[in-house]
């Protein structure tokens, strides 16, 4: 792995940046299929992005869940239509706000400790012992993270989902007074296997982003405690910046715009 080039000034730093992120990637690739992945490193990232992020992960879920639910019933309220709230919750859930709370949530959890290991690593020069020993860096720091998150971040979404789905169930049927039969008629009627599995595909997209521009921004870490401060922040504004805007691509993609 090269050392990080100087930042560009003015409207070049953008594209220069884009630039090193995409020869970052063409490395990273080329990294793995020359040097192979540490398989056994695998699960114990999925363990430290899994496992840690889970707890804040079912808390943000459950209330999201909770305040679909209310909102569902406060706008269908009005048409007549309050059994419908199960489904405006699952189509919302699983569609839309789960993947991406759940690349949200790994992000800020997950994304800013590879970001500053891998930054104090750099400043404090064992990367480039690493290139000293032969083992590269890319297969040997990039690629178990990667593997991991990818293991991991689709089984959270379909957590995060169940959570959202329970916790409106759970406040349609005893604050809201909605039948419990018919908010999960409604719920199933909303989606269907398809949607679970385009949920899948956004997590692992999504798994993809939060890891390479993370391991990025820890690689290009600067030296001192202000180097890996930035990186750090600027790892988890971008991860969660293009997870946002790459989902609606995703769901355009997906649904076609249909419904």
């Known amino acids: 792995m090269k050392a990080p080039r100087p930042a560009a000034g003015g409207l070049a730093a953008p594209v220069a940046s884009l630039g090193d992120y995409g020869l970052f990637l063409y490395d990273f690739a080329v990294a793995v299929l020359r040097h192979g ?10 363990y430290a992005i899994g496992v840690r992020s889970l707890p804040i992960l079912l808390v943000i879920s459950s209330f999201v869940g909770t305040n679909l639910a209310l909102q569902g019933h406060a706008a269908f309220r009005a048409l007549g239509g309050e059994r419908l709230v199960g489904m405006f919750v699952s189509l919302a859930g699983v569609r839309e706000l789960a993947p991406i709370i759940a690349a949200s949530m790994v992000a800020a959890k997950a ?5 500053s290991q891998i930054a104090v690593m750099r400043i404090r020069e064992q990367i480039d012992a690493l290139e000293v020993m032969a083992v590269n860096s890319l297969a040997w720091l990039v690629a178990p993270r990667l593997g991991g998150i990818l293991l991991v971040l689709p089984a959270l979404t379909l957590i995060a ?8 169930y759970l406040v349609a049927v005893h ?27 956004k997590a692992m997209v999504f798994g993809l982003v939060i890891v390479t521009v993370s391991c990025w921004y820890g690689f290009r870490a600067t030296s001192g405690p202000e ?9 988890v504004v971008t991860s969660a910046i293009v997870c946002v805007a790459i989902n609606y691509f995703l769901s ?6 249909a419904g």
């Open 175 to 201: 604050q809201l007074g909605i039948s419990g039969h018919s908010f999960m008629s409604f719920a199933v009627e909303g989606v269907g296997v398809v949607d679970f599995w385009y949920g899948v595909v």
């Open 37 to 46: 992945v540490p398989w056994r490193e695998i699960l114990a990232q999925a």
């Open 111 to 115: 994304g800013t400790e590879m970001a």
């Open 161 to 168: 989902i169940f959570s959202m789905v329970g916790s409106g």
């Open 252 to 257: 355009e993609l997906l649904y076609g715009g």
């Open 227 to 235: 180097g890996v401060g930035r990186a750090t922040n600027l790892a």
